[in-house]
């Protein structure tokens, strides 16, 4: 049985958004900035093996500025 509560549907629908904006500005800052060539990214047995998103996620800060 699945239960609809409108408003928090509403909100998490905006949040994803912003998430998913937020990750796609992080992968294009890691790259301008170079991180895609990062060691970690290639390091056998490292947290960030082949995660370029988590390693922009890990080093790129966002802040949503008051008119957004």
Known sequence: METEC?????????LKKLKATVEKQALEAARMQGLDKHERLKQE???????LLGLAMHSCSFYQCFEC
Not at 6 to 14: A, N, Y
Not at 45 to 51: A, M, P, S
């Open 6 to 14: 409108k408003p928090i549907l509403v909100k998490l629908s905006i």
């Open 45 to 51: 047995g490292d947290f960030y093996q082949g995660d």
